[in-house]
């Protein structure tokens, strides 16, 4: 079992920047790939980011150029750097780790609000 509790979401005005964590109980964190959703309400829940074990990351086209994904494994953490930030991005952020292709390595953190507004 893995816990994950993100941090670092809060209130920001359009243009600014907001750096989010999550911090996982894994054993053999290295081994997961790493990945960051969001969900807006009347929205699906929808994959902004991911980084897997060997620090490859993708990005959703929406963030691009503007949030930025990494791992610090000796701390079990991810990150999410967001700059630029829009009124659009406003939503709650999940982490989620996995051990693709194995399904039965699944999990998701709490969330956490991130809301863009002047």
């Known amino acids: 079992q893995v816990q994950l509790v993100e941090s670092g979401g809060g209130l920001v005005q359009p243009g600014g920047s907001l750096r989010l964590t999550c911090a996982a109980s894994?054993?053999?964190?290295?081994?997961?790939?790493m990945y960051w959703y969001r969900e807006s309400p009347g929205n699906q829940r929808e994959l902004v980011a991911s980084i897997s074990s060997a620090a490859k990351t993708t990005y959703a086209d929406t963030v691009k150029g503007r949030f930025t994904i990494s791992r610090d494994n000796a701390k079990k953490m991810v990150f999410l750097e967001m700059t630029a930030l829009k009124p659009e991005d406003t939503a709650v952020y999940y982490c989620?780790?996995?051990?693709?292709?194995?399904?039965?390595?699944?999990?998701w953190g709490q969330g956490t609000q991130v809301t863009v507004d002047s």
């Open positions: 894994a054993n053999i964190f290295t081994i997961y790939t």
């Open positions: 989620r780790a996995r051990r693709p292709p194995l399904t039965d390595y699944d999990y």
